[in-house]
């Protein structure tokens, strides 16, 4: 262990172990189906009736955000890069007090199933912002799947089978079950995703002799120097990065974001959801908390052998899985596991989307149309719109498949994106004088920035003086027949190739350099200044600020209260 070469693979253990994971996800679908069959509303379908409670909805938005790539890009962040991510633990409490206090209040007063129904700008810019969301939502799911393919890729299953299941797995209880029994089977998932993590842990301190060990190992290795306060904005990870830009970023994701949104709005009362997000707070701690030290642990073990530089894993992302193979193969059923956590993840997240993205569909695209549908009508169009989701999720993984690191690249593209949607939303919120031409003005100038220097980065990544990646080994490597050297210079902070500093523009080195956290502040300010500009040269748009059940004024309404 730890000293390189191959693992063992999957044993029949572990295959029932994953194929009970899989079945419980199903049954809990079905069950609910059976459960709810008397109402078939739409609003039941895609709200759970606005019936749920504090507790489940709290355990299932923390199990989103856990997804596949939260369990296996974390800990491999933590490997290369440090302790440094824990910091999100202060962003996720700043995101928890604004959204529960600022626009949980919001929606509840406006009583919408789609965050796209406020109607704060014209019927024009709402079904812009619809086919952003569809997009926002749709592009992410294929790195969750990537996540999926990079962690049974080292177990030795079938690829595209696992893939394949988890569509018809996530189709079979979204279409039968609605909200309700995506939320109940995200609170099965999550116990098995935590159960994961601690598997891990728990090995490896067996392994080290003791957690102090990893500690001290970690310590000597400097992945314990969390706390830079260095305010460079184009440094990958510092304390301001993480805590203003990732504060920001999670704002966008849980407060206008359809998946997040429809599970809070699902409880029925105000304090409920309230209560769900700060109850979030302490799942998001744990969890966070529990990947960096399973990422720390990881460290222990490879401290002297790197895996991926020794060529025993073809991607960092699947450092974690590799670590499963090789310290718990003589557990049978313990690596099944794992990969039922990270495929839960997989689950929980695929599976809250394509609700999300079928809500946002009949809400802003189907109900306008055709006015007249009953609610049996509506409820075939759910479960169908249900399979094709799922379906075009599949197909996304293939897209996927040609990305670098899984956990940057998923938070850069929901920066990228979410960005200048929130700017969007926090325009309307405070400004009345904002009108529709500012912004969507405002919202297209900001994608358009987010977009050129988020692309610029993938193509020219930031140089390892930015992203700051930490010392590896490969000296205790029992087979490095294919190296030269035995204690390498640090990763860069992707794993495609970066362009020698000749062929480098000048760009390179400062605007595509920015940190990736900061892309949806960056999107966020310049959508509202931009929106603010444009408004002032149009003029008011009066015809919105006259409604007073238009955003501005129940944002008034929140702030004073």
């Known amino acids: 262990m730890g000293t390189g070469g191959p693992v063992a693979s999957f044993s029949v253990w572990d295959y029932v172990v994953f194929v009970g994971t899989v079945l419980g996800a199903a049954g809990i679908g079905l069950f609910q189906a059976i459960r709810g069959r008397k109402n078939n509303s739409s609003g039941e379908f895609l709200l759970g009736g606005r019936q749920m409670t504090a507790v489940p909805v709290a355990m299932s938005l923390t199990a989103s955000f856990m997804s596949g790539i939260t369990v296996i890009g974390t800990p491999a962040e933590a490997y290369r890069f440090g302790a440094d991510y824990w910091i999100f633990a202060i962003s996720y409490a700043i995101m928890s007090i604004i959204t529960a206090e600022i626009f949980v209040p919001l929606f509840y007063r406006l009583g919408i199933t789609s965050t796209y129904e406020v109607r704060r700008y014209t019927r024009q810019c709402q079904t812009h912002l619809g086919q952003i969301h569809c997009t926002f939502v749709t592009i992410p799911l294929g790195l969750l799947y990537r996540a999926e393919l990079l962690c049974v890729s080292v177990t030795g299953m079938n690829l595209w089978g696992v893939l394949v299941a988890t569509g018809v797995v996530c189709i079979l209880y979204c279409t039968l079950g609605g909200l309700k029994a995506v939320i109940w089977t995200d609170v099965f998932q999550m116990v098995i995703m935590l159960a994961g993590f601690v598997a891990v842990i728990a090995r490896g301190a067996v392994i080290q002799g003791g957690l102090g060990k990893i500690w001290d190992d970690c310590y000597q290795g400097g992945r314990l120097s969390a706390f830079d306060f260095d305010p460079d904005p184009l440094k990958r990870h510092t304390f301001w990065t993480i805590v203003v830009g990732g504060s920001v970023m999670w704002v966008s994701i849980y407060s206008i974001n359809q998946s997040q949104v429809q599970r809070y709005i699902s409880c029925k009362t105000l304090t409920q959801a309230k ?264 003029g008011e748009d009066t015809s919105f600020s006259a409604n007073p059940n238009r955003i501005v004024h129940v944002m008034s309404y929140v702030l004073t209260s």
């Not at 100038?445 to 930031?462: D, E, H, K, N, S």
């Not at 605007?511 to 603010?532: A, E, K, P």
């Open 275 to 538: 209560l769900s997000l700060y109850g979030n707070i302490i799942g998001l701690w744990l969890t966070v908390s529990l990947a960096v030290f399973s990422g720390l642990t990881m460290y222990s073990i490879y401290k002297d052998c790197d895996p991926f530089t020794n060529g025993d894993v073809g991607a960092v992302d699947q450092l974690l899985p590799y670590l499963v193979m090789d310290i718990l193969a003589a557990y049978p059923g313990v690596p099944g596991l794992f990969v039922s956590a990270a495929y839960s993840g997989t689950l929980s997240t695929v599976s809250s989307s394509i609700n999300a993205l079928v809500a946002v569909t009949v809400e802003d695209f189907v109900r306008p149309v055709w006015k007249n549908l009953t609610e049996k009508q509506v409820s075939w169009i759910n479960m169908g719109l249900s399979i094709f989701f799922g379906f075009l999720c599949i197909g996304m993984a293939a897209i996927a498949s040609l990305m670098g690191s899984i956990l940057q690249a998923a938070l850069s593209i929901f920066g990228m994106i979410s960005g200048p949607l929130l700017g969007l939303y926090v325009l309307g919120m405070f400004w009345r004088t904002a009108n529709s031409t500012g912004g969507l003005t405002g919202l297209i100038v900001g994608l358009v920035i987010t977009l050129w220097v988020g692309i610029g980065a993938q193509i020219y990544p930031p140089l390892a003086d930015k992203t700051n990646p930490l010392p590896i080994s490969v000296a205790g490597c029992n087979r490095t027949q294919d190296l030269n050297y035995t204690t390498l210079a640090p990763w860069t902070g992707a794993v495609t190739l970066t362009p020698l500093p000749d062929d480098r523009p000048a760009l390179a080195d400062s605007w595509y350099s920015l940190s990736y956290l900061y892309f949806c502040l960056l999107g966020s300010l310049v959508t509202v200044i931009v929106g603010l500009v444009v408004s002032a040269i149009t």
